[in-house]
Every structure is written in structure tokens, then in C-alpha cells.
């Protein structure tokens, strides 16, 4: 899959060519770690490309949870969506304002939620800024709009089932945290969690998977990368981060290369690292 593709990954380009579409919706799905000191809602409020809706990935989230942004309940992503009007027959494009960090988390969910015609931009906020394009702080005119949701649970896995996947071996389980972290050799950003990995993983750091200009490698390149990491594409894949932001990163990959068979840890180290009863590895095993 080569080129733009409004399932999963349209370039600023194409982006400019439908901005003014009336059955396109824009979201801004900006995200920072805690500790980073920038706010996503301020920044959406000072600049944001035309008629895009800010995505609150850790409000629209499931809060009766412990851990951060885990997916909603089905009442609550309908209810958000309508707030930002967006519903059926939209074709949504998803961007960030770190490139591409937050935003394919976005995608997943949309698509976790059975919502097919998502994309992300290829690059976000930064390359369409970098190209001279326009941006606004005005907010968008919003209209309801119905949305049927049709959850696909395949596409999301806990802990029960990531612990079972790591035992037998039956899944390429792909972590996308940096390779220090996978290896245990530095502290995790949030406090508290163990060092090192799921066993059975493989390193996949998410910016392996970019370009240096920010956007996602070609899907060569992207089938060369994962093959160099040890990725086995034969078996289904879960992918797994720090809190399931990054994590999806590597399922657009996934599907940018064809591979279907892809689902999400929502949990990720934020769960898995804190349950000293759940066995870890460190180093590159």
C-alpha cells in the first residue's frame, strides 16, 4: 500500500487538495507526557489547521480506570463524537503536533470502534506548518452527527490475554518504547513501574518506523525495519508501549503493509510494570 489512503495515512498534500470538503472531519489528537509542560488544549486554541475539533485522548477515555487513557466505553466515545460532530458518512483525517505520536492512537480507536474512514496525516501539524499552509485559532462551526459504532474487540487485548500470548509464544508481541526502556536500563517516566519488558517481546522502537522529516516510511522500508527487529509478520501481532499511545504507531504500520491481524494492549507498561506478579526480561531477550 503505497501513496495516500484515507483508511489509514493521506499526505498534507491531499489534506490542502479536500480541505473544504463538507463531509471531512479534522481532529487535532495532540498528546504530551506528563511532565512535558505543554498543554495540547492551549496550543489547539492558538493554532490548528482549518475546521479541526481538538481530540481530548485522555478525556475520551474510560475514567473508571486506574490507568491513563484507556479506551471508552461505546456510550461515551458516541456521546464525544457527537459533541465534536462527527458521525457517519465522514471521512476523518487525525494529525498531532509531534508528527506522528498520538494521532495513530486515535485512528486505532476509531477503528477499534469500527469506524473505517479514518486517516492519519502523514507528518501533522509539523510538516503543514513547515509547507507555509494555513492555520486558525477560530473553533469550529459543530453540528450533530449520528454515529453507528460497531466494536471490534479483536483489535484491543488485556492483560490476561497479553500474559497468555507471552507464555505460548502464539503472538509477535511488538513494544514500541525506546530500546533503553525495553532493556531495563532507564526508569520509566511514570513512577512507581518495573524495569524491562513483556517476555517474548520484540523491540520496536516507533521512531524506527519514521522518516527523518517526521512522516512514516514507505511500506518497504517499513516491511525492511520490522524484519531487521526480528518481527515474525506470520503470527498475529499485539503491540505494546507505555500507556498504548505509541503503541499504535506500529499497528498503522501494520496496516500500511498489509497485515490485518493487529491488536493493542490498552494497558502497555503502565499495567504490565506495575504488577510485580507479572514475570519481566530485561536486556535485548
Same mark, same amino acid.
Given at each position: 500500500?503505497?501513496?495516500?489512503?484515507?483508511?489509514?495515512?493521506?499526505?498534507?498534500?491531499?489534506? *490542502?487538495?479536500?480541505?473544504?470538503?463538507?463531509?471531512?472531519?479534522?481532529?487535532?489528537?495532540?498528546?504530551?507526557?506528563?511532565?512535558?509542560?505543554?498543554?495540547?488544549?492551549?496550543?489547539?486554541?492558538?493554532? @490548528?489547521?482549518?475546521? *479541526?475539533?481538538?481530540?481530548?485522548?485522555?478525556?475520551?477515555?474510560?475514567?473508571?480506570?486506574?490507568?491513563?487513557?484507556?479506551?471508552?466505553?461505546?456510550?461515551?466515545?458516541?456521546?464525544?463524537?457527537?459533541?465534536?460532530?462527527?458521525?457517519?458518512? @465522514?471521512?476523518?483525517?487525525?494529525?498531532?503536533?509531534?508528527?506522528?505520536?498520538?494521532?495513530?492512537?486515535?485512528?486505532?480507536?476509531?477503528?477499534?470502534?469500527?469506524?473505517?474512514?479514518?486517516?492519519?496525516?502523514?507528518?501533522?501539524?509539523?510538516?503543514?506548518?513547515?509547507?507555509?499552509?494555513?492555520?486558525?485559532?477560530?473553533?469550529?462551526?459543530?453540528?450533530?452527527?449520528?454515529?453507528?459504532?460497531?466494536?471490534?474487540?479483536?483489535?484491543?487485548?488485556?492483560?490476561?490475554?497479553?500474559?497468555?500470548?507471552?507464555?505460548?509464544?502464539? @503472538?509477535?508481541?511488538?513494544? *514500541?518504547?525506546?530500546?533503553?526502556?525495553?532493556?531495563?536500563?532507564?526508569?520509566?517516566?511514570?513512577?512507581?513501574?518495573?524495569?524491562?519488558?513483556?517476555?517474548?517481546?520484540?523491540?520496536?522502537?516507533?521512531?524506527?518506523?519514521?522518516?527523518?522529516?517526521?512522516?512514516?516510511?514507505?511500506?518497504?522500508?517499513?516491511?525492511?525495519?520490522?524484519? *531487521?527487529?526480528?518481527?515474525?509478520?506470520?503470527?498475529?501481532?499485539?503491540?505494546?508501549?507505555?500507556?498504548?499511545?505509541?503503541?499504535?504507531?506500529?499497528?498503522?504500520?501494520?496496516?500500511?503493509?498489509?497485515?490485518?491481524?493487529?491488536?493493542?494492549?490498552?494497558?502497555?507498561?503502565?499495567?504490565?510494570?506495575?504488577?510485580?506478579?507479572?514475570?519481566?526480561?530485561?536486556?535485548?531477550?
Amino acid at each position: 500500500m503505497t501513496g495516500d489512503d484515507p483508511k489509514t495515512l493521506v499526505s498534507t498534500e491531499w489534506l *490542502a487538495a479536500h480541505l473544504r470538503d463538507p463531509d471531512l472531519r479534522i481532529l487535532d489528537a495532540t498528546f504530551f507526557l506528563p511532565g512535558s509542560g505543554r498543554d495540547p488544549r492551549a496550543e489547539y486554541d492558538a493554532c @490548528h489547521i482549518p475546521g *479541526a475539533r481538538f481530540f481530548d485522548i485522555d478525556e475520551i477515555s474510560d475514567l473508571r480506570s486506574d490507568l491513563p487513557h484507556m479506551a471508552p466505553p461505546v456510550e461515551k466515545f458516541l456521546s464525544r463524537m457527537r459533541a465534536l460532530g462527527v458521525g457517519d458518512g @465522514h471521512q476523518v483525517v487525525v494529525y498531532d503536533a509531534q508528527g506522528i505520536y498520538s494521532a495513530p492512537r486515535v485512528w486505532w480507536l476509531f477503528r477499534m470502534m469500527g469506524q473505517m474512514d479514518i486517516a492519519v496525516l502523514d507528518g501533522g501539524l509539523p510538516k503543514w506548518l513547515a509547507e507555509g499552509r494555513d492555520v486558525e485559532d477560530m473553533p469550529p462551526l459543530i453540528r450533530d452527527r449520528h454515529m453507528t459504532v460497531r466494536r471490534q474487540n479483536q483489535m484491543v487485548k488485556d492483560v490476561t490475554q497479553v500474559a497468555a500470548a507471552s507464555k505460548l509464544g502464539d @503472538h509477535a508481541i511488538l513494544d *514500541a518504547r525506546s530500546a533503553p526502556r525495553f532493556r531495563g536500563e532507564v526508569d520509566e517516566p511514570r513512577p512507581g513501574l518495573r524495569r524491562g519488558h513483556i517476555p517474548k517481546s520484540t523491540s520496536v522502537p516507533f521512531a524506527t518506523l519514521m522518516n527523518p522529516d517526521g512522516t512514516l516510511r514507505s511500506p518497504d522500508a517499513l516491511r525492511v525495519t520490522l524484519a *531487521a527487529a526480528g518481527v515474525d509478520l506470520t503470527k498475529p501481532a499485539i503491540t505494546t508501549c507505555g500507556s498504548g499511545v505509541t503503541a499504535a504507531i506500529i499497528n498503522l504500520a501494520l496496516e500500511r503493509i498489509g497485515k490485518t491481524d493487529h491488536a493493542l494492549y490498552d494497558g502497555s507498561w503502565a499495567e504490565w510494570g506495575a504488577f510485580p506478579t507479572l514475570p519481566i526480561a530485561t536486556g535485548d531477550a
